[in-house]
């Protein structure tokens, strides 16, 4: 199967409602509820003026059928009363982000475009891009926290992309949302019918990577309080196990993401030399990689059930020798720590190219001998640009050309890089 783009405006799910809500989130001036904490969906029954001994139990009820059940009409909120449910309809919506286009990969991940409400009369609507990752036993969203980005990590194609916006936290959990109507992942909703899903009998989305646009310990704020109702076992429900954020290594946040978020960290490390590291990922600059190495050993409840992930980007005759691997070893010398090894992804306009496959298996058997984990990410998505660094979101899209380009350089890649582990 090729990738194909949807045609989301004829797409609607079984229940006969628009797929993954592809109406604005702000209809007619009524903000939306969907994405709120539970302390926003109380000042928002509080401020329609519901009694105060009420408002626990509202809340719950609230809490319930957005996150619980994936509804889009309060009128299928049956346990509240009708006045009160005329009411929230007349202030308030359950509408999700607009999804602009989905693309399906030839692999089955799927990528979707989304525009946020606008802010204000000058704001169009910021547009971000969110992946699914399917497995037969998991599912993984990956999650942006800002419009673009401010590191210029120069592999990355997100770093070409001027940062516009954080994201709220409301926002960022209304990926999750979108995703899960778009899976047909609420109960008694039903799969798309391309691409593919876990087969495993869980949920469709189990897994959550903050390794999206822009950089999370950056939106710390934010991205803590949407992780907050992510892993709410009252609702969406996704546990903090099966959360990873992913850091290029804000070093004053990273202990403060342990103890506030409690997540999985992994870390983009991409290179052993701080002279290296100050041109792939230019905050390094800032906080070199002694001080980076420091506060993961010092990261709350790190330990060999919760090892910290370090992700390193292969990129041919710039960082994947075996004396690179060597020297990675010895750097995270006494951290549990699993090392990522990921093959460059490209995009039109990178000056860097992938290592060759024997370069990333010699680098991986170094690594592996000395104890790490040291799995090679299969690259998922490539197709569509929907591959690790490869986010954009502008609305201008690839030209023809460069996009044909970039699809025949995955596809002659797929023989060497499908049987990685």
């Known amino acids: ?122 704001d169009r609507g910021a547009e971000i891009e969110c992946v699914y990752i399917p497995e037969v036993d998991r599912g993984t969203l990956c999650v942006s926290s800002q419009v673009g980005c401010t590191l210029n990590c120069t592999f990355c194609h997100t770093g070409t992309q001027r940062l516009v916006r954080n994201l709220t936290a409301a926002e960022i959990v209304a990926q999750v949302i979108v995703a899960r109507d778009r899976l047909g992942d609420w109960p008694e909703a039903a799969p798309p019918q391309m691409g593919f899903v876990p087969t ?90 002694a001080q980076l190495l420091d506060a993961c050993r010092a990261y709350p409840g790190l330990s060999n059930a919760r090892r910290i992930t370090f992700e390193y980007v292969m990129l041919k005759d710039v960082n994947d020798t075996p004396a690179d691997a060597r020297e990675l070893v010895r750097l995270l010398k006494g951290i549990p720590a699993k090392i990522n090894l990921i093959p460059f992804n490209p995009w039109p306009g990178t000056a860097y190219e992938c290592s060759d496959w024997e370069s990333i298996e010699r680098f991986s058997d170094i690594v592996f001998r000395a104890g790490y984990a040291s799995p090679v990410r299969t690259p998922r998505g490539r197709d569509i640009l929907a591959a690790c660094g490869q986010l954009k979101s502008e609305t201008e899209k690839l030209r023809a050309r460069a996009r044909l380009m970039l699809e025949a350089g995955a596809d002659n890649r797929n023989l060497e890089e499908n049987h990685v582990a």
Request: no cysteine; aromatic share 4%; proline share 5%.
């Open 1 to 122: 199967m090729t990738a194909v783009a949807l045609d989301i405006a004829n797409d609607i799910s079984a229940a006969g409602r628009p797929a993954g809500g592809v109406v604005l989130a702000r209809e007619a001036g009524r903000p939306s509820l969907t994405g709120l904490t539970r302390a926003g969906l109380r000042d928002a029954l509080a401020a329609i003026g519901v009694p105060e001994r009420e408002l626990k139990m509202r809340v719950t009820q609230l809490w319930h059928w957005i996150y619980a059940r994936g509804v889009h009409d309060f009128d299928a909120m049956t346990n509240i009363a009708k006045a009160l449910r005329t009411q929230l309809a007349a202030h308030y919506t359950l509408a999700r982000p607009e999804v602009v286009t989905e693309q399906v990969s030839s692999d089955g991940t799927r990528k979707w475009l989304m525009r946020m409400p606008s802010t204000g009369p000058h």
């Open 200 to 289: 495993d009998g869980g949920r469709y989305v189990s897994n959550i990577v903050l390794m999206g646009m822009g950089e999370p310990l950056y939106n710390f704020d934010n991205v803590r309080d949407a992780m907050d109702v992510v892993s709410d076992g009252e609702g969406l429900s996704i546990g903090r196990r099966r959360i990873t954020l992913s850091t290029s290594g804000v070093v004053p946040m990273i202990a403060r993401a342990g103890e506030e978020i409690g997540a999985m960290l992994a870390i983009s490390l991409h290179a052993v030399r701080d002279d290296l590291r100050d041109t792939l990922v230019p905050l390094n600059r800032k906080y070199p990689i």
